[in-house]
């Protein structure tokens, strides 16, 4: 399935997008897909870390996707 | 209604979020004001930006504010954070708090701000002569 | 000058306050905003008395002011006091610190306002319905 | 020597006036003035506690008076 990923931030320089599409299997969890990002863009390994969101809420790294949902990828944030 | 939230892109108005704490049960309020400083580690900023991941970010306020709500005794609580560019010495967010005493209001208006660093979808850019960078994003 | 200092028996405008503090190396900027309250351990209060001695009572906010700046890395204090009668939701005092950084910003401002509740000669008076009577005088 | 007495909050209700005067030794200090005050006025004593004040600075015990000094009771503060 394809997910959407929204970006911000130095993502959105990596992506040098604010949403790129990421292809991963059906049912797969959040760690699949950063898997899938880091190999796809190399540059995400070079931060100093980042979370991915699933409909607006910090999602874990066994949490499950589907294709409907609103994935976002948040570095680190320096709001305030 | 004891919260407020708001995300927005044109000057927040400081005289408006202290009227919208006060209450007549109010014996304390503690106002945070962010500005934006012209230096940081030694170089000379002169223009930010702030990014936002809108929807999740006034989710994540809100959960702050529930939760200041929820550990103190408090009258009202409000978070204002702009998006978009930002001049030195301009306001890019505001935290207020009363309570009938003050210790609630000075420890929730810290947690408040401490908290909304760490955990809402915001992102600043520093804008220098030389380059401009994302704050945080590099160990 | 980094202190201001004042006591005044008129409105408090807390914007010209904030602004006097505001600089372009502050990061941060606390304000501590005491209101008064309509009531005080379930009695209702319908108006406050504020009496000074002035000379020493300015005296004592430098000091404190002074002991602030030498404790802690601030750009300006502000400290404001009203003195005469305030009703219900009206401001006797303004405390207002910035700094580069937050944390100084909070400890000095919360610093400030403990102390001078401690050490400076101004004395309130508490309006009832069957009377009134002075803060803090009997044990 | 007389000392004029400035009187505050609830100080000022006790004597009934604003400033009072009294009459102690030459080179008292400020333990004698309190003694006198609270000889002329009992009700100091139901005071949770106060303060002598001499030139706008809190004065110890031991302070030697003179006449020229502006001496205050400080009753206990409660600005703020």
């Known amino acids: ?80 | 209604m004891q919260v407020q939230v708001q995300l927005y892109d044109n000057e927040i108005n400081v005289g408006k979020c202290i009227n919208w704490v006060t209450t007549s049960e109010s014996g304390g309020i503690d106002i945070f004001i962010g500005t934006v400083r012209n230096a940081t580690k030694g170089k000379t900023v002169f223009k930010l930006e702030f990014e936002a991941y809108a929807p999740m970010a006034i989710k994540e306020m809100h959960k702050i504010a529930d939760e200041a709500l929820s550990k103190w005794n408090l009258q009202k609580v409000l978070i204002h954070h702009r998006t978009g560019a930002l001049e030195v010495g301009e306001i890019p967010v505001v935290i207020a708090v009363s309570a009938a005493h003050r210790d609630a209001a000075f420890d929730a208006c810290r947690y408040i701000i401490d908290t909304l660093k760490q955990t809402v979808p915001i992102w600043k850019k520093e804008f220098f002569e030389d380059g401009e960078v994302w704050v945080a994003a590099h160990p």
């Not at chain 1, 969890?29 to 899938?36: D, G």
Request: glycine share 4%; proline share 5%; aromatic share 8%.
């Open chain 1, 1 to 80: 399935m394809d997910i959407t990923l929204l970006a911000f931030g130095i993502a959105k320089d990596i992506f040098g997008a604010s949403s790129v599409t990421v292809a991963v299997n059906e049912a797969s969890p959040v760690s699949i897909l950063k898997e899938k990002i880091e190999l796809n863009y190399p540059k995400f390994k070079a931060l100093k870390s980042y979370m991915v969101a699933v409909n607006n809420e910090y999602a874990a790294d066994d949490l499950i996707l589907s294709a409907s949902d609103e994935v976002a990828i948040i570095p680190p944030v320096s709001g305030g």
